[in-house]
């Protein structure tokens, strides 16, 4: 294989950990918090302008925002403004449920994209920016700067899985997981709904807005354009076929899904079947999705598997070996051992 | 002085008076029962009660302290009291233990920031709230089922755990909607003892139920609701050879029992 491909398939798995990132925050917001964002592109829309607006070296370009930041401000000063997007979004919208709320955060996220396109004087509308600065760009003279990028993003998607793993199996994410399904029985007990909602929503907005320069780092430029549905999309269908609700599932769906679908398009084939090859990558989503939906419709990794390990009648093993390992923690014992069978 | 008093409350849904005027008090440390044929309205009166109606008129006072009309349903039962659903749904993707352990946790441990500092921060916490889990199932008879998914019950043991979930909070008013339907026999009797436990221990219990031996076996003091109105009052007795409630139990002419 020549180092061509090689560099391709690097690419790839950047594409691949950026869009395993967005799923699993997709998760944390509608895998577990119930809310069916269908927005998701206009939060990484914001993030990703906010990132390169403030950090992008302002010469040659006659824009009314170019503070010319360092990129680690920049890049927390767009989950920061993402954050804030998310939450003006969520006041009106997480009132509406199922689909209308799915209908509305869409319809945001179009709006998001015209006011990019339109208020070209602080994005330079349809032309969008090009000239971007990598973070270690130099550092590693020696290497094609597709590696030092997916050293990035593996660090990212181990980042973020690690942070999901800790809020999904905290009380926090055991109390989305319950109002997900009933959030009725959840008030009943004493739970106020609305305002997790909005803390959900809001927090993933900072995690999207904090990942959105990935993204622009991978394709190197910035337009309206990279924002469109699709990339929503695809970070649905990831999740759905990787497993809503499980912690794993949306790196697994994000690898298979956007690896393969990326892959595909370098099968070498005669020209009179370009055309052909072109449109299977959405042919090949349809009937995975179709599949999946059939046979495993929770998933390739359910929910279960991540939060009830050998849940049968097990009769508090589970609960033992929690107590273990949350004594583990805390450097004790388990505590009662004894008194449990 | 009564635990939870409701003077005067109406509540229509468009034309239709669902509750009429109704007044009602639960005390603590008995068993108040509201019975009544289908559509009299009584599971109207939990849901004002409890905020998931909101009310047109009529005042609720708990434990002495007014409750405004537009208090919301989490509020509500921060204050002690707790109520059950009829189709009890849970939270269907958790395991019984953590149905439980979602229920008996307060806000603070359920916090983002908590959740972010890990196990230490919160790992004390739901410790404690196990523990009491595990004293509740294994009276209701629940804990070899500990951590099977609900959506893996059956329609009995949910009823029981609905029963469980609601005990954890340590509620001064229990409020069951139909705790019986759906349970097998067996199951009553310890559900009925259970009841009568937790009434002797101070607790407050205002309870529907369609299963009139059941009802009058375990209630203190009974209200009849017929048509969104109280229609008759009093002990168990009482109210078992109260015509009216024949009347609407066994229909016009058949007074036998």
Redesign the interface.
Known sequence: MSSGWILYAVGVLNLVGFYAIVAMVLNLEAGWGGMWDLGLAGLLGVGGYFYVLSTVDSSGLDLNFTPGWPMLLGILGSGIVTAFVAFLIGIPTLRLRGEYFLITTFAFAEMIRQLIINESDFTNGTLGITSIDRPFATTFGGIKYEWVLLGITVLSVLAIYLLMRRLGHAPYGRNMRSFRDNETLALALGKNVTRRRIQIFVLAGFLLGIVAPLYVWHIRAIVPSMYGPDITFTAWTALVVGGIGSIGGSILGALLLVGFTQGLLFIPVSAEYTNVLSAMPQLLLGIALILIMRWRPDGLIPERFSFTPGNRGSGGRFLRSRAAAIGGLLGRGSPEQSGRS | MALLEVENLVKSFGGLRAVDDVSLSAEAGKVTALIGPNGAGKTTVFNVV?G?DLRDSGAIRFDDEPIPPKR????V??LGM????QTP???????V???L???G?E?S????R???A???A??????KV??RA?ELLRELGL???????LEDLSVGENKLLEFA??LI?DPRLLMLDEPASGVDPAAIGRLSSLIRRLRDQGLGLLVIDHNLSFILGIADYVYVLAEGAVIAEGTPDEIARHPRVLEIYLGKGEVAA
């Open positions: 409890t998931f919301k349903p989490w509020q039962a921060r707790v109520r059950t659903f749904v849970g939270f269907p993707k958790l395991t233990l953590e149905n352990e979602v229920s946790s806000g441990t359920e916090s983002l908590e959740a972010l890990g196990p230490r919160w790992g004390d916490e739901v410790g196990d523990r595990e804990w070899e089922r500990c951590d099977v998914v979930r609601q909070n």
